[in-house]
């Protein structure tokens, strides 16, 4: 049977597949009848795009691609396998012969907890740069007899292993996510290597050599502390006596426990960085830790119908801080107007910041793509987000459209520009500083990825279709702090928002000068 180019397409039972057409997010495929290990790795090809491709680690929707080429490349190889002896035997004297052939995840591998769970994230990443790099290096230096059929497919394999190839930056970062939800969370270096997240388990436990390369991640970010919990795992896993072996680092004695809170980030020097909020900061992470103890907001509930369309059906608006009017709004988009935005959206790069000291943080993690209302079925979506947040979409920005990527955070910010901003920007001289955000959900996520308030003391779970909406700038233009806002890590989920602002010219009709700049 012909199915869409998911992973349970990916299987090679039969020698051949027979023509069929593939329909799949627009994309459509005719296939040809021939080997089915090609067929399959012509479907990845395509079905990926080269937006996918570089930094995976920035994007869990990239992440799962690798779980899908991951499945293919597995039974591809061991369909090879199964024909040649000779290239059995050397795969398993290079000690990969079981990794190449059984894939991380079985199919479909879309559920949330297999994808999406970190550690698997983590182990997918580490396959790609560690195992599949050292098989298409072992087949291009070495002569194995292969018949044409197998040769042809073996090229398809290494193509599209390369075309899919995680770089060592990639690898480094996703190790450094680890360690970034392991302080966040106050995860245990014996919670990480046995997989078990928030009551969720991965796909299978760390090896020693796993913990190990851990343990350096976090020793070359000068953690002590949990440098010494890897060792701890590690020796425990490899017995006392080899300890100093396989480490490649000198723990001093072994530490129970987790480690103690940090009073401030510790940059790679052990210093607290400059220009923190240290306050500000503590309220982050107890906000991103314990969500439980700060989602009582005790503002009103109330229905809304601001615009004939939604007569109908009436916003449901939960106001949560009268000072920077922060409110929710639990059905601002339907899957309609979701699917126009994700649809249209070009293709994502890496979100950018001006970075901090502290490579845990890495400030930002996450892609990002800008969709302007030239298609009409986003253009109505901004014209709902305008009416929504009583706000004149003229002089708003385009979308944008984000994705959180492995242990993705945005660390505490303001949406306003400061005024010490380099000036020259055409949007702000055009338009004015960002007045109001409008931020929706396009996505739930089961565990982390909350949107904290430091100053409000306020933290908001993830919702699919829900937006949240507040206010930037006083009524004269100047910042206004209390909207410090952070995106903590995504422990499990894949957290997919939507933004658009609203500037501060043209929102006088809207928003009327007063004598103070309280709002």
């Known amino acids: ?107 479909p591998c879309d559920s949330e907890v297999e994808v999406f769970h970190p550690i698997n994230q983590f182990l997918i990443m580490r396959k790609f740069n560690k195992v599949w790099s050292k098989f298409a290096k072992l087949m291009r230096s070495t002569a194995v007899a292969r018949n044409g059929s197998e040769a042809a497919a073996l090229t398809d394999v290494l193509r599209d292993l390369e075309t899919f190839a995680v770089s060592d930056l990639d690898y480094s970062r996703t190790r450094l996510a680890i360690v970034r939800l392991q302080d966040m969370y106050n995860l245990t270096a014996a ?38 919990q890897f060792a701890n795992v590690h020796a425990s896993m490899v017995g006392r006596g080899q300890l100093n072996v396989p480490m490649r680092f000198q723990p001093e004695h072994r530490i129970e426990g987790l480690c103690e809170e940090e009073s401030c980030i510790v940059g790679t020097k052990g210093q607290c960085s400059r220009g923190e909020d240290l306050k500000a900061h503590v309220e982050y992470r107890n906000l991103c830790v314990h969500p439980e103890m700060y989602t009582r907001h005790t503002g009103s509930c109330y229905l809304s119908s601001p615009h004939p369309i939604f007569v109908l059906s009436p916003l449901q608006v939960e106001e949560i801080s ?22 249209n959206a070009p293709d994502a790069g890496r979100a950018t910041t001006i970075p901090i000291q502290d490579a845990r943080l890495e400030v930002r993690v996450g892609t990002v793509a800008w969709l302007g209302d030239e298609a009409e079925d986003v253009a109505s979506v901004t014209e709902k987000a305008a009416i929504i947040a009583d706000r004149d979409a003229s002089t708003s920005d385009s979308w944008q459209i984000g994705n959180y990527g492995i242990g993705g955070h945005y660390y505490m910010h303001n949406d306003f520009f400061p005024e010490d901003f380099p000036p020259g920007n055409p949007v702000l001289d055009e338009f004015g500083n960002r007045m109001t955000t409008f931020m929706a959900y396009l996505e739930d996520v089961a565990e982390g990825g909350n949107t904290v308030f430091p100053h409000l003391r306020l933290s908001v779970k993830p919702k699919k279709g ?30 997919k928002i939507a933004n658009k602002w609203f500037h501060y010219y043209g929102q006088f009709r809207k928003v009327p000068c007063n004598l103070t700049p309280d709002l």
């Open 322 to 343: 009268p000072v920077n009017k922060a409110r929710l709004v639990h059905n601002a988009l339907t899957d309609a107007d979701m699917a126009a935005l994700e649809r």
């Open 466 to 495: 829900t937006a949240v909406i507040w206010e930037n700038l006083h009524p004269d233009g100047q910042g206004n702090t209390w909207s410090l806002h952070g995106g903590c890590p995504v422990l499990i989920g894949n957290k």
């Open 191 to 228: 919670q990480i290597q046995l997989g078990d997240i928030a009551g969720r388990e991965a796909a299978r436990s760390l090896t020693a050599e796993e913990v190990l390369e851990l343990g350096e991640a976090t020793r070359d970010i000068g953690d002590r502390c949990r440098t010494k």
């Open 1 to 107: 049977k012909c199915r869409p180019p998911q992973c349970a397409l990916l299987d090679f039972t039969s020698s051949h597949s027979s023509s069929c057409a593939v329909d799949q997010q627009g994309l459509a495929i005719t296939m040809a009848t021939k080997p089915n290990i090609q067929v399959a790795f012509l479907i990845l090809l395509l079905h990926f795009p080269a937006a996918y491709r570089g930094e995976a680690y920035t994007s869990s929707t990239k992440v799962k691609l690798f779980f899908q080429v991951d499945i293919a490349a597995s039974n591809a190889v061991g369909q090879i396998v199964s024909q040649s002896p000779e290239l059995e035997e050397l795969l398993e004297i290079s000690g990969i012969l079981e990794e190449v052939t059984s894939p991380l995840c079985d199919a």
